[in-house]
């Protein structure tokens, strides 16, 4: 329902003039079991006046028989509709609920905390643009919360709200909610939240929910609703790339034919030149029609159709996109996959692959790793069982038009479904956005006769190096933005190591161009092919007993896999250097993002090429927010934690 305003009985035009303008924003409440997320829907409901007086009648009936709140008024009964969700008090189905204030509206997807219900928790986040993860204040953070936290991440949901719910149940304990955002805080450090809050709450009682709580007098922060009605999200859609997949061909009669869809990403205006792909065909935008009429322009995520002043051919599963700005098209990419059905995922099956509008048969070419989501460690798995995280490689029969999902959610997502029984069985992240060339399959031909990374050609053992080094073989790549500070951090990192008696060496992109790679260029290919060089050297320096700190821009996850599997997987952490790219430009002394930006630098990760954040990084680190030395001092850390030295 709609907020109470005085529009209504004043001026009824203005209202609805008022309440169409306003911004939506789409959430989703997680966590673990009994964390109280339908609680905190009913309370957030209840407390902004958004429940007719004949549901809070119905609810206060039912909390006495069904409620879990001792037969006092239990929120959580407005959120659970089904019959089992109130005799169970768990949430089964992911349940939408729609309301509005004064300042925007909101659609809320209520889902289960029960892990056999993981699917349904990923289906609700797909469209979303916050999360609000709830943890129990006496149980902290559990494996369904570390759970539900990956698949936000994954899904690529950028705000984040950590909702530390139950505090009247810990007497309102400032330690205990500061101990429960420092754990959080641990395990998401390793994640891609760029957006991240805490609130310490009590849905039951309302405690910072809507207003104020005056129990917890040591917390001064914003109440949850007064940030969902405040988050800025205009930046979060992608308005840059167009991309309209064509749904339908309407074609009344023999004057008028109008190509029908979503416009899933970009902005496109009447008389601009478009491309359709896969015929390659160029033309113009002649209108842009609407059940209101013909616009001037369209955006995401408008319904519309458009018309062309030539006649060409296009039908549904083709996409029309901008001349300059050209998806990837290709019948192999790699992907994230959440596997959602009790039928476990077989390598080799063909299924059926729904992207966008395209329908087209399919298989899982490879499976590379399943993700554990309580270390985020990947382990080698012969298949993914329900719920089940992995990264596989997908071979089509025919080609796609894609972006990477972290570029573009709606051009970069796909489903996989069963093609006898038509059920839904995983849903798909697309990672790379480039096809496999002539060097990359050179690189897969040397990588599969690679037996043993570490094989020794020395009558020196590795044990005997450690013994004479006092330490554990292993590479550090550390990966960022031009300008992030890769460079200095190892450098730092280096002097720290050493004055404490380490052998280490660091080796960077730069330097590695000079000799061993100073015949490739600077495209995404070249990019690669210098990476997996640099593996084979980080290798030989390991095998030799030193510690190796490579920094590298190293924009692609397969390359960074691939150097991984060169180096050995026991020896190779992943450090995301993630300086903000506003800070990387001010750093920039060289002018190269302005060069990209005038479009002399093709292939500039970042501005002109895309740069994959690594799937999971072993540790995330900012230099906007710590200085070279702590930042430094962190990576040792982290080595030390995982045993490679006292």
């Known amino acids: 329902m709609s907020h109470q305003s005085e529009l209504i009985a004043t001026d009824i035009d203005a209202y609805l003039k008022q309440h169409e303008e306003k911004q939506l924003l789409r959430f989703i409440t997680c966590g673990s079991v009994d964390d109280g997320k339908s609680t905190l829907i009913g309370r957030l409901l209840f407390d902004s006046k958004m429940l007719y007086e004949d549901e809070i009648s119905k609810i206060q009936r039912d909390s006495a028989t069904q409620g879990s709140a001792g037969g006092n008024f239990d929120p959580a009964l407005a959120t659970d509709g089904l019959k089992e969700e109130r005799e169970q008090g768990i949430t089964i189905d992911v349940a939408y609920r729609y309301f509005s204030t004064a300042k925007r509206k909101f659609i809320i997807a209520d889902t289960p905390g029960h892990e056999q219900y993981t699917r349904n928790m990923a289906t609700g986040a797909s469209t979303c643009d916050l999360a609000v993860i709830l943890v129990d204040a006496r149980h902290g953070v559990l494996t369904q919360t570390r759970r539900h936290s990956f698949i936000v991440s994954l899904l690529g949901i950028r705000h984040v709200v950590v909702a530390v719910n139950k505090m009247d149940l810990v007497d309102f304990s400032e330690a205990r909610y500061e101990e429960i955002c420092s754990d959080y805080r641990g395990f998401a450090t390793r994640l891609d939240l760029?957006?991240?809050?805490?609130?310490?709450?009590?849905?039951?009682?309302?405690?910072?929910?809507?207003?104020?709580?005056?129990?917890?007098?040591?917390?001064?922060?914003?109440?949850?609703?007064?940030?969902?009605?405040?988050?800025?999200?205009?930046?979060?859609?992608?308005?840059?790339?167009?991309?309209?997949?064509?749904?339908?061909?309407?074609?009344?009669?023999?004057?008028?034919?109008?190509?029908?869809?979503?416009?899933?990403?970009?902005?496109?205006?009447?008389?601009?030149?478009?491309?359709?792909?896969?015929?390659?065909?160029?033309?113009?935008?002649?209108?842009?029609?609407?059940?209101?009429?013909?616009?001037?322009?369209?955006?995401?995520?408008?319904?519309?159709?458009?018309?062309?002043?030539d006649e060409v051919d296009a039908s549904r599963g083709d996409m029309i996109v901008r001349r300059g700005n050209l998806p990837t098209s290709s019948d192999t990419f790699n992907a994230m996959l959440v596997w959602m059905n009790q039928e476990p995922l077989i390598p080799g099956k063909t299924y059926l692959f729904k992207h966008t509008t395209q329908m087209t048969p399919g298989t899982i070419e490879t499976l590379h790793y399943q993700i554990d989501v309580n270390t985020l460690h990947r382990s080698p798995t012969a298949q993914l069982e329900l719920n089940e995280i992995g990264r596989v490689r997908i071979s089509l029969n025919s080609p796609i038009h894609f972006d990477a999902y972290r570029r573009n959610q709606g051009t970069g997502s796909f489903i996989v479904i069963d093609r006898i029984t038509n059920a839904t069985m995983a849903a798909g992240m697309i990672l790379d956005g480039e096809v496999d060339s002539p060097r990359r399959a050179i690189w897969d031909d040397e990588e599969s006769q690679t037996t043993d990374a570490g094989a020794q050609v020395s009558e020196v053992t590795s044990d005997e190096r450690q013994l004479r080094f006092g330490q554990k073989p292993v590479t550090v790549l550390l990966t960022g933005l031009t300008g992030s500070g890769k460079s200095a951090i190892a450098a730092a990192c280096e002097r720290q190591l050493f004055d404490a008696g380490r052998a280490v060496l660091v080796i960077d992109g730069e330097g590695v161009r000079r000799g061993l790679s100073r015949d490739l260029s600077f495209t995404a290919e070249d990019r690669n092919e210098n990476l997996r060089r640099a593996a084979h050297l980080a290798a030989t320096l390991n095998d030799a007993g030193l510690i190796c700190l490579a920094a590298f821009v190293s924009p692609n996850e397969a390359a960074r896999q691939k150097a991984g599997a060169i180096i050995g997987d026991q020896r190779f952490l992943v450090v995301h250097v993630a300086t903000p790219v506003g800070i990387c430009r001010k750093r920039d002394t060289k002018q190269h993002y302005a060069q990209a930006d005038a479009g002399k630098l093709p292939d500039f990760p970042g501005v002109t090429a895309p740069y994959e954040i690594p799937d999971a990084a072993d540790l995330t680190i900012n230099p906007a927010e710590k200085n070279v030395q702590q930042c430094a001092a962190e990576i040792i850390e982290m080595l030390r934690s995982r045993g490679f030295f006292r």
């Open 194 to 309: 760029p957006d991240l809050h805490f609130i310490p709450i009590s849905a039951l009682h309302g405690d910072n929910v809507v207003d104020p709580s005056g129990k917890m007098p040591w917390y001064q922060g914003s109440t949850l609703m007064n940030f969902l009605e405040s988050v800025y999200i205009g930046s979060d859609r992608n308005l840059r790339d167009f991309r309209f997949p064509v749904q339908y061909v309407n074609r009344p009669h023999l004057d008028y034919r109008g190509f029908c869809g979503t416009v899933a990403s970009g902005t496109i205006r009447q008389g601009e030149e478009v491309m359709v792909l896969p015929s390659r065909q160029t033309t113009k935008i002649k209108s842009i029609d609407t059940f209101e009429g013909s616009q001037a322009e369209a955006f995401a995520p408008l319904a519309v159709t458009l018309t062309l002043t």
